[in-house]
């Protein structure tokens, strides 16, 4: 399935121009996805003059920062140095995480983080057929829970199904498992958490999963008609950020009521942006728990209880969190949901381009340009170097802008 997110890095483009009434260059990783730093590429062809003139803004949005591996990997993109020759001081990392020391360590650099929501207006576009889809149920299980990938910051997804399992609800459970990734076996794997490792034989109580990288991105209708409240394996668990994918926002969008498996405050998080969730109905203190281990129990405890209503608690429940889904799926699809999110994105680029207009001095692309320093001028106009004139095109430009301060 090809994800075209260059459409979404484009509005991007467009918003933060109309806000800094100047050039900006856009990076993101391409492929879509990929966390090596030679595929963090501009959107567009720029030459020299683009690149020096305008300030960077670098897409970090669709995975969670990890300001630690590129550090170690000795990137001059994302970690504590930056490759970009603008004449500002200052580059902008757009992420999509809150409660995050990725965040701080950022900010200490030469860096400006600016948040937004980029799932949700992912998520949007991703989904947006799910409006017009009536879901006609014939409930054959209880929960639906998509798991594939388990290693990295998901490796607590398998012990969720060794809990299930241990629970006895397995079977009250439309869900799969992948015994290998990346040529690995979950039994041989060095797990970061080792309390996430499984103690059963997950083959023995599961199919394999067949689902591909891309299946966050859609959705099957027959899974959301045979089951009843869907289960969302978040990428992240194990740790203290917010960082909610498009995965949070599939059962809104279908129209299913969920239980959420993600990092404490998440259900908080998405009644920020508008959302009511299930908390009058069945226990949802599960997000108050900090601890990632107790967390994780509390939801596998919830799920015991849930199969454990009789007929008639299960359909009045059901019938009370249906009015919940029905508000829940409108909000989504609603106008005021695009431009709450819009205008967050708004506001936080307007203060970073802020911050860049009050402290920028453009110090340091002066002094890497004094006539001494400037070894690798071309002789004759190029896209991609430049001429002794365009050094002194920059710098006229760098003295209107401090003397129009």
């Known amino acids: 399935m090809s994800i075209p997110l260059d459409r979404l890095y484009h509005f991007i483009e467009s918003v933060a121009q109309d806000i800094f009434q100047d ?44 300001y630690e591996y590129y550090e170690q990997t000795g990137s001059k993109s994302l970690g504590n140095l930056r490759r970009n020759r603008s004449m500002y001081d200052f580059s902008l990392l757009l992420h999509s995480e809150d409660r995050s020391s990725n965040i701080v360590k950022y900010s200490s650099g030469n860096f400006i983080p600016v948040y937004y929501w980029s799932h949700a207006i992912i998520a949007l576009d991703w989904f947006r057929y799910a409006e017009h889809i009536t879901l006609k149920k014939q409930s054959k299980k209880t929960f639906l829970v998509y798991n594939r990938a388990w290693s990295g910051t998901r490796e607590y ?34 797990f970061t958490n080792i309390e996430w490792a499984p103690t059963c034989v997950l083959e023995d109580y599961f199919s394999e999963s067949t689902a591909d990288s891309n299946y966050s991105a859609d959705f099957d209708i027959r899974d959301y008609n045979d089951t009843d409240i869907e289960v969302v394996l978040e990428t992240i668990f194990d740790d203290n950020r917010l960082h909610l994918s498009e995965k949070s926002l599939r059962p809104i969008a279908v129209g299913q009521p969920f239980i959420l498996a993600a990092t404490h405050g998440s259900l908080t998080y998405l009644h920020r942006y508008g959302f009511q969730t299930f908390g009058d109905i069945w226990d949802e203190t599960y997000d108050t728990i900090v601890s990632p281990s107790d967390r994780l129990r509390a939801i596998v405890k919830l799920m015991s209880e849930i199969v454990s209503w009789d007929s008639a608690t299960r359909a009045n429940k059901m019938l009370q969190a249906q009015a919940i889904v029905d508000f829940n799926r409108d909000h989504f699809f609603s106008l005021d949901f695009f431009n709450k999110i819009k205008k967050e994105l708004v506001d936080n680029f307007d203060q970073a381009f802020g911050i860049i207009r009050d402290k920028n001095n453009y110090n340091h692309w002066l002094d890497r340009h004094k006539p001494g320093k400037l070894k690798f001028l071309s002789p004759t106009p190029n896209p991609f170097y430049p001429t002794l004139q365009d050094i002194k095109s920059v710098q006229d430009l760098i003295n209107h802008k401090l003397n129009s301060q």
């Open 23 to 66: 050039r900006v260059v856009i990076y993101r990783f391409y492929p879509h996805g990929s966390k090596n730093v030679e595929d963090l590429t501009p959107i567009c062809p720029v030459t020299w003059s683009d690149w020096t003139t305008a300030v960077h803004i670098y897409c970090n949005d669709q995975e969670p920062l990890n």
């Open 157 to 190: 997804r398998l012990k969720f199904l060794d809990l299930i399992v241990k629970s006895d609800i397995h079977h009250q459970c439309m869900t799969w498992a992948t015994p290998i990734e990346k040529e690995t076996h979950y039994s041989n794997y060095q």
